[in-house]
C-alpha cells in the first residue's frame, strides 16, 4: 500500500473516531495511547470497513422484521464476522441493544452467514445456553445477550461487500 493511500486510510479512521466521540454528550477524556490502540486494532485487518458499511436503524423492530429493515436498506441482517466490523458497530451503538442474526437452536447459536461455532463473549454467561427459539443483541461492548425475538430493538445491518462468508449447511436433527 503506498504512503499516501495508508495515510488516506488512517486519515479516515481518525475522522470517524472524532464523529463518534463528538456524538457523546459528555466528553471523556482520551489518553492518547489508548486512542492509538483502537486506530491500530481498526486498521489492523485486510478488509477496509467505513461507516457506511453498517447500519444500525433509527427504529424499533423484532429480530424477525430486521431482514427486511436491513434489506430496505440495501444491507444484509447478518452478524459482524470481522473484529472491524465489530469494533466499528460497537462505537457506532453507544449505549444502544442491536439485532444480530444469531439465532438459538438446539445444537447452538447459528446465523445464515456462516457465524455457526464461533465464539461468543456473553454479557451473562447463563445466556450460552439459552432457550431454543431465542434471538441474540449486542451492546455497544461487543457482549451478546439471549432476548425474545419479538422485543423491539435497533438492528444492525451490513454492507454485503464486507460480508464474504458463505451460506452454512445446517444439521438434519
Known amino acids: 500500500m503506498s504512503r499516501s ?3 488516506s486510510v488512517q486519515l479516515h479512521h481518525i475522522f470517524i ?3 463518534i466521540v463528538s456524538r457523546w454528550s459528555v466528553v471523556i477524556s482520551m489518553r ?19 461507516n ?4 444500525v436503524s433509527v427504529g424499533y423492530y423484532t429480530w424477525f422484521e430486521a431482514f427486511d429493515v436491513c434489506a430496505l436498506h440495501h444491507r444484509v441482517f447478518a452478524f459482524p464476522l470481522s473484529q ?18 444469531l439465532y438459538k437452536m438446539k445444537w447452538g447459536w447459528v446465523g445464515q452467514h456462516g457465524s455457526r461455532g464461533l465464539h461468543f463473549d456473553w454479557e451473562d454467561p447463563k445466556d450460552a445456553n439459552a432457550t431454543e427459539g431465542s434471538c441474540a443483541a449486542m451492546n455497544g461492548k461487543m457482549e451478546f445477550l439471549s ?6 430493538l435497533n438492528v444492525l445491518c451490513l454492507n454485503p461487500t464486507i460480508h464474504e462468508s458463505q451460506r452454512i449447511d445446517y444439521p438434519n436433527s
Open 5 to 7: 493511500k495508508l495515510c
Open 17 to 19: 473516531l472524532l464523529i
Open 32 to 50: 492518547v495511547n489508548k486512542f492509538e490502540e483502537i486506530l491500530q486494532h481498526l486498521s489492523s485487518e485486510v478488509v477496509e470497513v467505513y
Open 52 to 55: 457506511a458499511d453498517i447500519y
Open 84 to 101: 472491524k466490523a465489530m469494533r466499528l458497530a460497537s462505537f457506532m451503538l453507544d449505549t444502544r441493544l442491536t439485532w444480530v442474526e
Open 147 to 152: 432476548r425474545n425475538c419479538t422485543e423491539l
